[in-house]
């Protein structure tokens, strides 16, 4: 069993990182495995809808999201991290997230994922409702902790500072450690995932 953490930060080993720190700290000591997979400081470029995604399985662009999607075929569940920008999530991690989730959404659909973002003030709030959108597209069960999985702090340091955020992310990991064993456990004993409905698309233009 294993849970991918993505870092959607410019910086490597910032708040971010500290942040995702949590969830790794959680798994060791549950003896559950966990990649880091840091986005890079690099433009990721956008979808454009080109369609080629579905003939090939691939994203056209290779920038790392096709490296972020095979991670994610091997992975159990998920954490996506993000730094607020501008109240929202970095664009790197939206640009990231729409590729992947258009060109390898099998590769995510029914496993648990968590959603954090980090600040020095405000605007965790509607960063993490743009994480979250992909989640419930893609039949994900969110998990939570006690609270919002916010942080806050402009440098590690700082947000070590911050013991109710990083409680919240300690408990937001032990519900997300539990239910992917829940899932495990239900796959061995003969209960299978929901059968997926082809999608319906309504049209609204008459």
Not at 24 to 39: I, N, S, Y
Not at 103 to 116: Q, R, T, Y
Request: charged share 20%.
């Amino acid at each position: 069993m294993k849970i991918l953490l993505i870092n959607g930060s410019p910086h490597e080993h910032g708040v971010t990182d500290r942040a995702l720190a949590e969830f790794r700290t959680a798994a060791e000591k549950a003896g559950v495995g966990t990649e880091t997979f840091w986005l890079g400081n690099s433009p990721i470029l956008t979808c454009i809808a080109c369609g080629l995604c579905k003939k090939s399985g691939r994203c056209f662009f290779d920038d790392g999201v096709n490296a972020l999607a095979d991670r994610a075929g091997e992975a159990d569940a998920f954490v996506f991290g993000t730094p607020v920008h501008y109240a929202g999530a970095s664009g790197a991690l939206k640009c990231a997230m729409g590729r992947l989730f258009y060109s390898a959404s099998s590769a995510l659909c029914g496993k648990p994922a968590v959603a954090l973002a980090v600040s020095r003030r405000g605007g965790n709030v509607t960063a993490l409702s743009e994480i979250e959108r992909f989640f419930t597209f893609n039949s994900m069960p969110l998990v939570s902790g006690n609270y919002w999985c916010i942080l806050h702090g402009t440098t590690p340091a700082e947000a070590e500072e911050d013991k109710e955020g990083l409680q919240t992310l300690r408990i937001a990991a032990e519900n997300l450690i539990f239910l992917t064993r829940a899932i495990d456990l239900a796959k061995k004993n003969g209960v299978p995932l929901p059968e997926r409905e082809e999608k319906i698309k309504t049209s609204f233009i008459r």
